[in-house]
Every structure is written in C-alpha cells, then in structure tokens.
C-alpha cells in the first residue's frame, strides 16, 4: 500500500529531494485537503518522517531518508505509470483534481476496505 500511495503522489506532483543516500520524498497538497493528507500520512506510517505541517499555505509531508526513494528517482511518467495498481491511479487521480474520496460516498464494505 505505501508503494501505491508513493507512485500515484509522484504522478500528482510529489517530488523526491536530495542526494543519492539521503534522498526523500516531499508530498503537499493545499490546506483545505488536511483530510486527504492525513489519509497519505498514515497509510506512509514509518516512513513518513513527522506529521503534515503547514507550510507557505501549504500542507507538506516529507519523508525520511530511504533507498528506496534512491531507486524511484530514476524511473519517469511511463514506467511509474506501469507499476500502479487501482490504488496508486486513485490517488494519483485525487492530486491532479479528478476524483475525490469522500467518506459517504462508498457503501459500508467498500469504507472499510478504502479509506481505513
């Protein structure tokens, strides 16, 4: 599931920062979407390296430090695109604008399976 999450963010305007060793990933999304980027947080669970934090009317989540960010920085659009899964095109779908996950928007089963 991180994974997923960390593709489709790439696609939707995530970008990896540092150098080769050191390297992370910095997620922001505008601040009226502190659900959604709560959602990312804990679904990044240890490799996220602190809380969403607000910054320049932003919300930003960075990473910490991992390898595998080192692998990641070297694909683009089409080989990012041929490793995602229905989850990783849907959150790439939420950050261009094109599909938002609301809560009542599932049945019951489908919430659970979602959005927890």
């Given at each position: 599931?991180?994974?997923q999450v960390i593709l489709g963010s790439?696609?939707?305007g995530a970008r990896i920062r540092g150098a080769r060793g050191t390297r992370r990933l910095v997620i922001r999304h505008g601040s009226a979407r502190w659900t959604y980027v709560r959602w990312k947080y804990e679904r990044l669970g240890a490799l996220a390296d602190a809380?969403?934090?607000s910054r320049?009317?932003?919300l930003e989540i960075e990473t910490i430090?991992?390898?595998l960010f080192d692998d990641l920085a070297r694909l683009r659009g089409e080989e990012l695109r041929d490793r995602l899964t229905p989850l990783g095109?849907?959150?790439w779908l939420c950050d261009v604008g094109r599909?938002?996950?609301e809560r009542d928007?599932?049945?019951p089963a489908q919430r659970d399976v979602a959005l927890s």
């Open positions: 599931m991180q994974l790439m696609l939707g809380a969403p934090r320049s009317g932003s430090p991992h390898p095109l849907a959150v599909l938002e996950l928007s599932f049945l």
